[in-house]
């Protein structure tokens, strides 16, 4: 048997000490030996007078270096050496600028983590029921393995198509392809440079067809329940929309661009975006849609004249000054929804409503409800009409000193409005003569996509978080339903402007009210998304309040019905159908461009969007559609023909502080200003 060699192999290089075994530990760097100065023997004592020894002939090495003489060390050990000192110094400040941002984030990502600490878990790890319904999504793809088949070969075939294009275009041969319409009007992509340089163009178009074949999956399937489908549709979306290639730094040429230019003063800036974001948020990301400093509610956003004339626990009845030395003699009174402030129609004097219909020759009254605290948790659909509609329309009859009104009701206000409509027609109320309806539902059969959000799973999941929050859901809440249904606008855009490219959010004014939220009563809430979106017992005649069962077709008054085109809080079809729901009234309906809020809010000054009238009201939508007249620019001098003949003869004009009720203060009031 061999045996083991009792000594270290010699080593090639009979100069080099056998090293020691090295620690345990982490790996270092490689590190040169240092040199030693060779100890003497202890048989070769060293002389007082040594002369140097003559060396042995060295024996042959082997050599693992190749023959090529040593480069010459720079005279200056800086690691950028070769660089002009201009270049120099920019390096260093974009190093500098890259560790400040990563410090910004890491505080504010530790700081978050420490004031969440002592705060309860999710209570739900899928409070939207989304795993459920993607089950049934991959169930019925996986039974029909032909489809899912088609469907992997379409995805294999478009990488193909844009692998081609990709190489030819890299030979010289094809020019960067003009976008599509669709691909147009995705202002993630925007930019030239996401079409002109090569990789970024891939990346682009390789995230599209993914997202667009993902989302087209989803969709291709037949046998699932509508609104579980639609849940699977919506999350998938969301998801492809939060894996876009602009949401991130690396991947996003525009950003890139800028964290070069400043030399990653961008990125400081965004980062510092971040913190100031999450310390907002009290730990949680609130992403800042508008410069929130540059806005007063009283001084620059809602400014429009005119007096408080009552105040309760639950609204302010405001007076508007007259613009005009004759009014009609029909008041009007609006009632916007509680989840927002009033201020959406009084935003700058150049668009504000309020401003425009005192101009027209009408005493305008607004009910500006209170911001909800813990003490009206039990408030709900009877106190809001006995104390809030009821009591709203009778004092701004006691202090115009008329026996009739006109109504306004705007989303969930007219909502509201509706049903007290039909409560006022059980009890022979007549003294509201006509009402408008503002992008508001009554039959909420096709509510769109908020109806993901009002399932039992998780309206458990929200009854609780009100419960936590003391009987009132946080206006955060609401807020961040309502940017999931347009992410990519309301969201990322966001994301990316703030934090990836540095920027300040702008001064607009829109978006200043968006974010100014209010708190809403659980016991009111829970019965909206319940008996509303849930269960849509209004529209069927079975919803209960003010003690009656109230029924939509009772209402014979004429009505004038908004809808935007674009709306997807209060989708057209969906305000279609409730127009139709009160069968046995004059009903007037007109189809608005734009969405939820600038669809409603359109001054004729605007010059903008386009309008939709047909005054017949077949049984769908489409057929309505079909025979519309389209007319440019805003609706609101079509209603305001309208509702010049609802609103009685010319009488000398109405002094708010000149009634039988005694001002209490200015507009816009001390409700408005209370935050959440």
Not at 293 to 311: H, L, Y
Not at 366 to 383: Q, R
Request: charged fraction near 20%; charge should be neutral.
């Amino acid at each position: 048997m061999a045996k083991r060699p009792t000594k270290p192999p010699v080593s090639l290089d009979s100069t080099t000490a056998p090293r020691a075994p090295r620690k345990a530990g982490r790996p270092t760097s490689v590190k040169p030996p240092r040199p030693r100065a060779a100890k003497p023997g202890p048989a070769d004592p060293a002389p007082e007078t040594a002369q140097p020894a003559a060396k042995p002939t060295p024996e042959p090495r082997v050599s693992f270096k190749p023959d090529v003489p040593p480069l010459s060390p720079p005279a200056n050990d800086h690691p950028f050496a070769f660089a002009s000192p201009e270049q120099v110094q920019m390096m260093e400040t974009l190093s500098l600028n890259l560790a400040k941002a990563a410090m910004t984030a890491q505080t504010a990502i530790a700081e978050a983590a420490l004031s969440q600490a002592d705060r309860p878990t999710a209570l739900s790890p899928d409070p939207f029921n989304v795993g459920p319904a993607m089950n049934s999504v991959m169930t019925s793809l996986a039974s029909r393995p032909d489809k899912l088949f088609a469907a992997q070969a379409d995805l294999f075939n478009r990488y193909m198509d844009l692998w081609a294009s990709t190489t030819r275009r890299a030979a010289g041969g094809d020019p960067p392809a003009a976008p599509s319409a669709k691909d147009r009007g995705d202002k993630r992509f925007k930019d030239a440079a996401w079409s002109e340089n090569p990789a970024f163009d891939v990346m682009r178009q390789s995230y599209l067809v993914t997202a667009d074949w993902m989302n087209g999956l989803v969709s291709s399937v037949e046998d699932v329940d509508p609104l579980t489908k639609r849940r699977a549709e919506f999350f998938t979306k969301l998801l492809t929309d939060a894996f876009s290639p602009s949401n991130f730094l690396a991947s996003n040429p525009v950003a890139l661009k800028a964290l070069a230019e400043s030399n990653g003063e961008s990125l400081v800036k965004g980062m510092q975006n971040f913190a100031a974001d999450m310390e907002r948020g009290a730990g949680k990301l609130k992403i800042s849609q508008a410069d929130y400093g540059k806005f007063v509610v009283g001084e620059n956003v809602a400014t429009a004249p005119g007096q408080v004339v009552w105040r309760d626990e639950l609204f302010e009845l405001i007076q508007f000054d007259a613009a005009t030395d004759k009014q009609r003699a029909i008041p009007l009174l609006i009632f916007p929804p509680w989840i927002n402030k009033f201020y959406i129609l009084d935003l700058q004097p150049e668009n504000s409503m309020i401003r425009w219909l005192s101009a027209q020759g009408f005493t305008v009254f607004v009910c500006s409800w209170v911001n909800p605290d813990k003490d009206k948790a039990g408030f709900g659909f009877d106190d809001y009409l006995e104390k809030g509609i009821y009591r709203a329309v009778e004092k701004a009859l006691e202090q115009s000193q008329s026996k009739h009104i006109n109504t306004v009701g705007y989303c969930i206000g007219g909502t509201l409005m509706g049903a007290a409509l039909a409560h006022m027609a059980a009890r022979k109320d007549d003294r509201v003569s006509a009402t408008t309806f503002f992008a508001a539902q009554h039959d909420f059969a096709e509510a769109g996509d908020l109806l993901l959000f009002t399932d039992e799973h998780w309206l458990g999941e929200i009854e609780q978080q009100m419960d936590a929050a003391g009987g009132i859901l946080p206006g955060a809440a609401m807020a961040e339903t309502f940017n999931a249904l347009r992410a990519n606008d309301l969201i990322w855009s966001f994301f990316v402007s703030n934090y990836l490219m540095g920027k300040s959010p702008a001064a607009f004014d829109l978006l200043f009210w968006n974010a100014d939220q209010t708190r809403m009563p659980k016991t009111l809430h829970m019965d909206y998304l319940r008996s509303m979106y849930g269960q849509n017992r209004l529209a069927r005649g079975e919803f209960t309040i003010g003690g009656i069962k109230v029924d939509l077709s009772k209402v014979t008054i004429p009505l004038y019905f908004q809808a935007s085109r674009e709306d997807h809080i209060a989708p057209m079809n969906s305000v279609y159908r409730s127009a139709r729901a009160f069968s046995k009234a004059d009903v007037t309906l007109t189809l608005a461009g734009s969405g939820h809020i600038a669809g409603v809010v359109n001054p004729p000054s605007a010059n903008k969007y386009q309008h939709w009238i047909n005054p017949a009201l077949p049984a769908t939508l489409g057929e309505w559609q079909a025979k519309a007249e389209e007319h440019p620019g805003s609706w609101w001098n079509h209603w305001a023909e309208w509702l010049h003949g609802k609103s009685g003869d010319w009488i000398q004009a109405r002094n708010p502080k000149k009634g039988p009720l005694t001002p209490i203060e200015p507009a816009p009031g001390s409700y408005v200003k209370v935050k959440s």
